[in-house]
């Protein structure tokens, strides 16, 4: 079946420092992917998505390409902000008729320090 | 304004008991949700529906019942409550019938079974 690897965490960076977050899939076909956000005591938010090979998703100066060739979606980031420590996951979209059935990672703590 | 919105937020109960966790989107989705997060962040979907069908059933004991009286709601009733329950149990919805659209989650319920 689908799955998504996400790199372990914990991952801890100061303020302004460079973020990457890995994520590889498996998939049958052509999934969308995603990136959420949770931050403490919510639900999950959409952080950005790519919905076919070599689209970039990009929002709040997170960016992350869906590689058809090396089946990743990493996450990036060029300076992050404490504001930024929060839980992210990677997701892929398995199609299922009426409904969107994502398959998530197991998540990764980012903890940014001033 | 809550798009999503789940009661209640915390629930803590005995084994053995039956409870249940309600669910109201007001983004006039056709498509809604139920997925638990473990304590290890982990994130698996239990049920979807659409338009009121159930259209996805992951292996999940017959002990959790979904019910949607409409599409605006779907909630989500557990009897003969275990140990193992004890999870984040998050609501969530979709405009449904397209796999890329993002899904809007709720704030979650803390369940924990003593």
């Known amino acids: 079946g689908n799955s998504v690897t996400q790199m372990e965490g914990p991952v801890t960076l100061s303020e302004e420092a460079f973020l990457t977050i890995n994520c590889t899939y498996t998939a049958t076909g052509y999934p969308s992917l995603f990136w959420y956000v949770q931050y403490p005591g919510e639900g999950l938010q959409l952080l950005l998505k790519a919905t076919k090979a070599d689209d970039k998703g990009s929002n709040k100066g997170f960016e992350a390409t869906y590689r058809k060739e090396t089946t990743s979606f990493h996450l990036e980031k060029g300076s992050v902000q404490v504001s930024d420590s929060a839980v992210y996951f990677c997701a892929l979209s398995d199609k299922k008729e009426g409904a969107q059935k994502l398959v998530f990672g197991q998540g990764t703590r980012l903890t940014i320090n001033p | 304004d809550t798009a999503v919105s789940q009661t209640p937020k915390y629930l803590v109960t005995q084994m053995g008991n039956d409870k249940s966790i309600k669910c109201e989107q007001n983004l006039g989705h056709d498509t809604m949700y139920w997925y638990k997060q473990d304590s290890k962040k982990f994130l698996k979907i239990m049920f979807s529906?659409?338009?009121?069908?159930?259209?996805i059933n992951e292996t999940v004991p017959n002990r959790f019942s979904p019910k949607s009286p409409d599409k605006a709601h779907l909630n989500l009733h557990i009897n003969s409550l275990e140990l193992g329950d004890s999870a984040v149990y998050f609501c969530?919805?979709?405009?449904?019938?397209?796999?890329?659209?993002?899904?809007?989650f709720g704030n979650g319920t803390r369940l924990t079974v003593t």
């Open positions: 529906y659409n338009n009121k069908e159930l259209i």
């Open positions: 969530a919805s979709s405009p449904g019938g397209v796999n890329n659209s993002p899904l809007h």
